[in-house]
């Protein structure tokens, strides 16, 4: 046997090589040991960094050491974790998770802290993903639960559902898909495959090869698993990329001769289906048919194209949520060098990239509308045309004259547009549809009030544009009706002559530019500017606000005047009184107070040009410029915003903004209220001072179509539900209550009770009650919408269901809705936990 091997012919290990090796282990084991103590001493230095750094090489070197220091490494990671952030180390901090996440990749607690990083930084979507995966390792997991129905909206956004559940939408997209197929378009390529329905739908129709892309990563995963539960994930191939990356051969091996895509939002063109159209064209399809040519060999698009429609509209709604129509406010003075404007309007002068129009489904709009014109046609668009589509994305416009006959106020334009699948197959998106989608709005707000009252014989003048690719409806003017004999041209004739004949005549044209000259410009959110044009919510805090301050200076008054007798209590110096506002947004609630008094306003809004407002608007109502203080820029970090204003002072009045704009009740909301208790002053309050929850049974068929897919029937057979299911949330936000189609099936109710200035009073907190709740109309209950009473003090409150409140509506879908009988009673459990509200129903 030659020297160095073994019987089975194998080298045999030197025993330099062995005494080399013992050595190096016990190095090893040496590194390990001094690492953990370092580990455990740096935690009881508050070390944190540190510590983390000496658990990540332990665990490194001994994976069989993790169960045992699992949860001393979690508290390092979390703790060092909060340092960088308040470092603003954000690319560190990321780090320090993934380095955890390498070595804990089933590690849900961990995965929820990531998501809550991300989620504060504003990585929502990722923010989502991470709270899903931690739900997913542990269903049961409370914290993750909760986390990730706050942002479950962004994971899957709630028009899928929707959109899933619109038979007549996915009937006539499977009938023109299987029109193309039949007739010679056999290898297709789905851009933007969401749920991968198309793609299933191609697959059906017997395309031989089937691609499909999805930017979206929870998509992307959601398509395979739903794909694969249709058995065709060995007949589609599914990539995880935008259709401007797909490249041949890499990605697919050829030209395509179909490409299918639902790539179209309420305006058409929002969700980038021009551009997608324009490189599949260049890149991925084959080359149109000629008009004479059959289909076979040719490449087409569905849809085939679309006609976009307009109507001219009053709607109050609209109006107070896209333009202040009040001149002052509670005391207030508004207007003056300030205008205020939504960040949804029509003029794209501006360099901001904003979305132009709002969206709304105008036969849930609270009060309703009216049409001031007919419907007109706005444009149309060829989406098998590569010439079309590149008119369109050059941004060229067109001038539209729309003629009035109805007199009203003009609020907006609405807009629709009706899909032409292929010459057979359609699908309207209009007002009085049965539709997944809503339609887009366009609010009028650059005209005066005066000008916005038209009457018959007038002619709106329009500009229609696409710039960045997004539809835009620029109101130029109105042209009022003239008479001709007084030697103007009148509306009609202005209608049917040319441009430059209607620019002649421009003498009776009110244009909308007017207003913009010397003032400032403020963009506010809709809900901010529903909240200015609400008198009664600024009357009932400046009542509010004024009791509270009368009562404190009559005391300080009093307790100067006692310690100087000598002096007239007229005559004594009165220090000011402080109240801080952190309401989220724009405010002129610390304005209101400077009025009120002896009293110093902080304000805690962070936008320079809503500071730059509040200051004009000081200005203009007669305040010193030391009677406001921008409270933010005071402070080291947004998070210190409820501290005292000076060492030796307390506030007088702290105004919290206790309910989310979407109709949820703000996160830590008990939290604040017990940091703002200890900042008070003896006699000082908060605002409000107590919330009561109230609610109802209802049933709504539409709650559940919006919340889930309903079975197999919708999607015509294929078996989607239980895959996008997994993403439904049981809290709807952002209701109309008034207008939702639904039953009531009980009165309301009073759910729960949360006394902000006595936190003893509490019915419920962190943990569940039981109502009875007595039935007034047989049903099936699907649902408990939900409102608050916000109880400034004894005899002032505020109700977020009133028609001019800012505040939408949220409700609790029940995942198993209950039959119930006329005079029958019903136990609703209601749990309260972080500030989330959950909900169960039983018999009693």
């Known amino acids: 046997m030659a020297e160095g091997m073994s019987l089975n012919g194998n080298r045999k290990p030197s025993k330099s090589r062995n005494r080399t090796g013992m050595a190096q282990a016990a190095s090893r084991r040496e590194l390990i040991s001094s690492s953990m103590q370092s580990a455990q001493h740096c935690l009881q230095e508050q070390d944190y960094g540190t510590a983390y750094a000496h658990f990540l090489l332990v665990l ?4 069989d050491l993790k169960d045992g220091f699992k949860e001393n490494f979690q508290y390092a990671l979390f703790k060092w974790a ?24 089933n590690d849900d607690v961990i995965c929820n802290s990531m998501g809550e990083q991300l989620f504060r930084l504003g990585f929502r979507d990722e923010a989502a993903g991470y709270f899903y995966k931690a739900l997913k390792l542990n269903p049961s997991f409370a914290d993750a639960k909760e986390n990730f129905f706050r942002v479950a909206n962004w994971l899957v956004e709630r028009w899928h559902f929707i959109m899933l559940n619109d038979q007549k939408r996915n009937m006539m997209y499977q009938k023109a898909i299987e029109k193309a197929v039949l007739t010679g378009c056999k290898t297709v390529l789905d ?42 994930q060995d007949e589609i191939k599914i990539l995880h990329m935008k259709s401007h990356d797909v490249q041949i051969p890499e990605h697919i091996p050829e030209r395509v001769s179909l490409v299918v895509t639902e790539t179209v939002d309420a305006g058409l063109f929002g969700e980038g289906i021009v551009e997608s159209l324009i490189h599949a064209w260049k890149n991925l399809l084959l080359p149109p048919k000629p008009r004479e040519a059959g289909i076979e060999g040719y490449g087409q698009v569905i849809p085939a194209g679309a006609v976009i429609y307009g109507i001219p509209v009053e709607c109050p709604e609209i109006r107070r949520n896209h333009r202040v129509t009040v001149n002052e406010v509670a005391g207030v003075k508004l207007g003056g060098e300030v205008q205020f404007w939504s960040p949804v309007h029509s003029n794209h002068s501006t360099e901001e990239v904003i979305e132009p129009y709002a969206t709304e489904r105008m036969s849930r709009v609270p009060g309703g509308y009216r049409m001031l014109g007919q419907p007109f046609q706005i444009m149309t668009v060829d989406f098998n045309s590569s010439q079309d589509l590149e008119s369109i994305a050059s941004g060229k416009g067109c001038r539209i004259y729309v003629p009035i006959n109805e007199q009203g106020c003009l609020d907006a ?38 000008d916005c009252t038209v009457s018959p ?78 008198i009664t919510y600024h009357e009932s805090f400046k009542a509010a606000i004024r009791k509270v301050i009368s009562s404190l200076a009559s005391i300080d008054k009093s307790r100067s005047a006692s310690m100087n007798e000598e002096t007239p209590v007229e005559m004594v110096a009165e220090d000011p009184l402080y109240v801080l506002d952190v309401s989220e947004g724009f405010s002129i609630l610390p304005l209101i107070a400077a009025q009120s008094g002896n009293v110093k306003s902080y304000s805690s809004v962070e936008k320079d040009q809503h500071c730059v407002a509040l200051e004009k608007l000081s200005e203009r109502n007669g305040l010193d410029k030391d009677k406001l203080e921008f409270w933010l820029s005071k402070l080291e970090a947004d998070g210190n915003v ?203």
């Open 82 to 105: 909060e340092e960088l952030y308040a470092l603003n180390r954000n690319q560190d901090l990321f780090n320090c998770y993934e380095q955890a996440l390498e070595l804990f990749p």
């Open 413 to 450: 334009f609405v807009t629709w547009f009706v899909l032409h699948l292929d010459n057979d197959h359609n699908l309207s998106t209009g007002p009085n549809e049965e539709t997944c989608w809503e339609q887009a709005v366009f609010p009028v707000q650059n005209l005066s009030d005066e």
């Open 642 to 844: 409820l501290q005292r204003p000076k060492s030796d002072k307390l506030w007088s009045i702290i105004i919290l903004d206790v309910i989310e704009t979407c109709g949820l009740i703000q996160q830590e909301v008990m939290e604040k209220a017990a940091i703002a208790r200890c900042l008070l002053q003896s006699g000082g309050k908060i605002f409000p001072q107590s919330v009561v929850i109230h609610g109802l049974l209802i049933e709504s068929k539409t709650l559940l179509q919006e919340s889930s897919v309903q079975g197999t029937d919708p999607t015509l057979g294929l078996v989607i539900a239980p895959s996008i299911n997994q993403f439904k949330v049981p809290v709807h936000v952002f209701l109309t209550l008034s207008t939702l189609p639904c039953v009531p099936l009980s009165d309301p109710i009073e759910l729960l009770r949360l006394d902000l200035m006595n936190p003893y009073l509490n019915t419920l907190s962190n943990c569940v009650t039981e109502i009875k709740v007595h039935i007034c109309k047989s049903g099936l209950v699907t649902a408990v919408p939900f409102w608050y009473q916000l109880h400034l003090d004894e005899g002032i409150s505020l109700d977020t269901s009133s028609k001019t409140s800012h505040w939408k509506q949220a409700a609790f879908v029940l995942d198993t809705p209950l039959p119930v009988e006329q005079g029958e009673d019903v136990l609703l459990s209601v749990y309260f936990q972080n500030s989330n509200v959950n909900m169960t129903l039983r018999r009693s």
């Open 457 to 534: 014989g007038d002619t709106l003048v329009v500009d229609v544009s696409c710039p960045d690719c997004y539809l835009r409806l620029d109101l130029v003017g109105v042209t009022k009706a003239v008479n001709v004999e007084n030697g103007s041209c009148n509306a009609e004739n202005m209608v049917l002559g040319n441009e430059a004949e209607l620019c002649d005549a421009l003498a009776s044209l009110h244009t909308t530019n007017q207003l913009d000259r010397g003032k400032t410009k403020c963009i506010l959110e809709p809900n901010e500017i529903a909240l200015l044009n609400n």
């Open 60 to 63: 490194s070197l001994a994976p």
């Open 191 to 232: 851009i933007g495959t969401g749920t991968g329905i198309l793609s299933m739908f191609s697959k059906q129709a017997g395309a031989s090869h089937v691609y499909a892309c999805e930017l979206s990563k929870t998509m992307y995963e959601l398509a395979c698993e739903v794909v694969a539960a249709n058995h065709m």
